[in-house]
């Protein structure tokens, strides 16, 4: 009878409950049973970046998963749920597979996260009786959100820099179970943004700019004051060789006096200011904070189920570019406030 497959029974046109219908051998149900209540392997996987995930990319993969699983064995979904969580307002979750595929929110809210799993009974060959394969799939957009699973009753909170997606097969047959996992990884990997090598050599070339700028603000008052100084001894070197007189051609006594003047600290008259000292060194470290925010922000994920989601993404592809060329003019006039004001002290100490 195991050969026959799984038959989900619907119990009528007015009711909401549904029944599966196991055909086992009798002498089978007690593994049957043991086989529900244990703990199965489990295969987990996650992926940090910037994705976008519409409502018809979730549809599209439970089409693949079942196909995938059915193609494979004998098998029955016993079990949905989908739990989205919104910006503002309560969670909702759907407990049916055609309440998901024809899901329509009508809200204005944005969604931050969504947990979906996928509980099926799968007969495998050379076993006697189905045995449960639970998957699931979290998509994360908010930097902290928490983390729900129907194996767990606490849920887990996280917080993530960009988007993340979290997936787990739970699973009692290995072969089976790489598949389903390799399915998803593929999947979930085509609504990430790829990471290119111009991206890879941007984030080293932000952060050495970064350290850069906090170097200068560091070292620059003390260049100044070295600039200062040597215009002071270029002047008291003047003062003392008549004009035209070359070096070479004093006297050891004037030598002498030339350097004890140039060594005398009382005809130095710029003493460096500690103001401007700490004045540079905080706007260094503006500037290396200012260079890490803006070229190192990246676009945020979107999860595409309600309209005003749709709203969000539309609006920033065609605001992101005009919103980071401001940035960067902003970005440019510090630096060159910056340069200006340093050379307007060493212009004003000359």
């Not at 500037?287 to 595409?304: D, G, M, Q």
Request: aromatic residues 10%; neutral net charge; without cysteine.
């Amino acid at each position: 009878m195991l050969n026959d497959g799984l038959n989900v029974v619907i119990s009528g046109d007015n009711s909401e409950n549904q029944y599966v219908q196991v055909p086992i051998k009798k002498k089978d149900f007690g593994d049957f049973i043991t086989n529900l209540l244990g703990q199965p392997e489990n295969i987990s996987g996650a992926t940090l970046g910037t994705f976008e995930a519409s409502h018809e990319w979730l549809v599209h993969l439970h089409h693949l998963i079942d196909q995938r699983i059915k193609q494979q064995s004998s098998s029955a979904l016993v079990d949905f749920s989908a739990k989205l969580k919104y910006d503002k307002g309560p969670d909702r979750r759907i407990t049916t597979i055609e309440g998901f595929l024809h899901f329509n929110e009508a809200k204005i809210v944005s969604t931050k996260s969504i947990a979906i799993t996928w509980t099926y009974l799968v007969s495998f060959p050379n076993k006697p009786t189905p045995e449960k394969q639970e998957i699931s799939l979290q998509l994360i957009t908010e930097k902290t959100a928490t983390l729900s699973s129907e194996l767990s009753v606490v849920g887990r909170t996280i917080t993530t820099s960009t988007g993340m997606a979290k997936f787990s097969v739970s699973h009692t047959e290995r072969t089976w179970g790489d598949d389903i996992a390799s399915l998803l990884d593929r999947e979930i990997d085509t609504i990430f943004e790829a990471e290119t090598w111009f991206s890879k050599i941007a984030g080293y070339s932000i952060f050495i700019v970064a350290l850069s700028m906090l170097a200068v603000g560091i070292f620059i008052p003390d260049y100044i004051e070295q600039l200062i100084r040597e215009k002071e001894r270029a002047e008291i070197f003047l003062s003392i060789i008549p004009a035209g007189v070359a070096l070479e051609s004093l006297a050891t006594n004037e030598k002498l006096n030339l350097i004890v003047k140039l060594l005398d600290p009382n005809n130095q008259l710029y003493i460096g200011q500690a103001w401007y000292k700490a004045v540079s060194f905080l706007v260094g470290i503006g500037l290396a904070a200012a260079t890490l925010i803006i070229f190192s922000k990246e676009n945020p994920s979107f999860i595409l189920i309600t309209k005003k989601d749709k709203e969000l993404a539309s609006k920033l592809k065609t605001t992101n570019n005009r919103h980071f060329i401001k940035q960067i003019i902003s970005y440019a006039l510090a630096v060159s406030a910056g340069v200006v004001g340093n050379y307007a002290y060493y212009y004003m100490n000359l």
